[in-house]
């Protein structure tokens, strides 16, 4: 069965599990009949920093592109909103891909940087059973088994992955928290407050700047010229606010001002 259709459950006690040493031969180029077909018929879950990237290669505004790119499915079963990247036509061809190749390929999102690595992990590790990478090899891919090879380790540094789990640790740690494990539905509000602060940093910044924002919570005036031009401090500063606003965890300090009219 091709991996692009198994499980997890498959995977973590199937798949072949690879260490940063383990070596493997792969190759992704014009030359290969296969050439961006796994571009397409593919569900790619996009993250803030994933969007940032993309919207900066694009040189538009992360809610154009969030309108132009991508798709926001929202069930009763799910926790929060995840953002998919909208595929073209009878085919889902990616939107971004060409006859020569990805044309915003140095800011291609974490999955397709991935490829042909997958990454999985016990959601209950013990001390022998932590995360892992598994090679995916599907019918439609025919670069396995070619090139020169390297190690996953090689593989990783040279698609930068490094770069997109670190920026995307806050993101991570918030989609983990145990609030989740409460079974209490977000209300409309909070999934648009989640949208807006985890997906949509330019509109974000608008309701920072724009509205009582600032004058409700203290903010150091270095912060406020950061969160002006940054996406990435504003990014870091959406998920305190919903950590503050979700959790209520004391990330966040109103001012006294306000917490005096809150008591009287």
Known sequence: MPTRFLNEEQILQGAPRMGP??????????????????????SIVLTPYDIIRMKRAL???????????TISPFTAEQKFPIIL????????????????GCGIYAGRPWACRMYPLGVAAPQNPNPADHAFHFLV????????DLGEGC????????????EYDMMGAPYRDLTLHSFWDGGQPLTPEQV???????????????FVFETRFLTLFEVDEARVEALRKDDLELFE?????????????????????VLEARQK
């Open 21 to 42: 040493e383990d070596r493997f031969r792969f190759r992704c180029d014009a030359a290969l009949d296969c050439f961006t077909h796994c571009c397409r018929d593919v």
């Open 59 to 69: 040189g538009i505004d992360s809610s154009e592109f969030l309108e132009k790119y």
């Open 85 to 100: 990247l909208r595929m073209e036509g009878e085919s889902r061809r990616c939107p971004f891909v060409g006859e020569k």
């Open 137 to 144: 090899r599907e019918d439609l891919c025919h670069g396995h």
């Open 151 to 162: 190690t996953v380790r090689e593989w990783l540094d040279a698609q930068g992955i490094e």
């Open 192 to 206: 648009g407050m989640f949208h807006m602060a985890c997906y949509d940093p330019d509109r974000f910044r608008r």
């Open 237 to 257: 500063f959406g998920v305190q606010w919903l950590r503050f606003s979700l959790f209520r965890e004391k990330t966040m300090k109103l001012r006294g001002s």
